[in-house]
């Protein structure tokens, strides 16, 4: 179907997710399998203006074809610290107080590994931080 191999799909959610997820059981976690990682960020964006948002927050920098991609999807398009340019390492400070300035419920698109353009990742610890303060934004 348009969702794509909906077997394949469920059993990324279960891995993703873990088989004793409670808002996976209940109907409140959805997928979709997509062409390529351009095709995804194309229906995320969709889905996020289709749902009332107006607004994503992306990574300084991020990959060139992100920008367009939530533009063309009607988002206005923000960027949140990443990199430090000057000592070439990741903007950790910058990051955690750009996310807790950002408006409750924001969207915030996040590279999980691998950052694209840098390659600078954030360290197990770094993460736990940048889950808390994603979470107090509700």
């Known amino acids: 179907g348009i969702a794509g191999?909906?077997?394949f799909v469920n059993h990324a959610l279960e891995f993703v997710y873990g088989p004793?997820?409670?808002p996976l059981h209940e109907g409140r976690i959805a997928g979709v399998q997509t062409l390529?990682?351009?095709g995804g960020l194309r229906?995320?964006?969709e889905v996020l203006k289709s749902f009332g948002h107006t607004e994503i927050y992306v990574p300084n920098p991020t990959w060139g074809?992100?920008?367009?991609?939530?533009r063309n999807a009607g988002l206005e398009v923000k960027k949140y610290a990443y990199y430090d340019f000057e000592n070439s390492e990741l903007d950790f400070a910058n990051l955690i107080a750009d996310i807790r300035k950002m408006p409750e419920g924001a969207c915030i698109l996040m590279h999980v590994c691998a950052h694209n353009p840098t390659g600078m990742d954030p360290t197990?610890?770094?993460?736990k931080e940048i889950s808390d303060a994603v979470k107090e934004r509700g």
Do not use: A, L, Y
């Open 5 to 7: 191999c909906v077997d």
């Open 43 to 45: 229906v995320f964006g």
């Open 124 to 127: 197990i610890e770094q993460w």
């Open 36 to 38: 390529s990682g351009t």
């Open 20 to 22: 004793d997820c409670k």
């Open 65 to 70: 074809n992100h920008i367009p991609i939530f």
